[in-house]
């Protein structure tokens, strides 16, 4: 069965933060900065979950204001024992259903091919790199999506 896709709400906190430290690591955002991206909801942040009685996988947006026509996609992750099942597909899929007319830019680590795979199958093309961006020195890979007719 395919988990629901939603908005987030204050009670997935918990979950999202957990499951951002099994998927990042060092690079996991605190509990502290989690809690500032729910306070900007209303503002500029879209947050969507795949529910499966628990957070199987999340994606976050920087949607500006609409005369900007740039979105972010900040940060998405997947369960691990989740990967490979559709879920990413589905937040992608949801992710950029809310992005109609905008264009959306994301930076992947360079050696994440499964990121970059899932990425270039939505038609993201990749437009540069930030040098050593991430610890150890590995490049940042920034790619865009452009919603085609």
Known sequence: MRPAIRPAV??????????????????AWSSVAW?????????????????????????????????????????????????RTGIGRQLMTAALARCAGRTVLLEVAAGNESAIGLYGGFGFDEISRRRGYYAGGEDAVIMRWRETA
């Open 10 to 27: 204050v009670d997935d906190l918990p979950g999202i933060v957990e499951l951002d430290q099994v998927c990042f690591g060092r690079e």
């Open 35 to 83: 809690e500032g991206e729910f306070e900007r909801l209303a503002e500029d942040r879209v947050i969507l979950v795949a529910d499966e009685g628990a957070v199987a996988g999340y994606v976050v947006l920087l949607v500006p204001p609409v005369q900007v026509d740039v979105v972010e996609l900040l940060r998405i992750a997947v369960a691990p024992d989740e990967r």
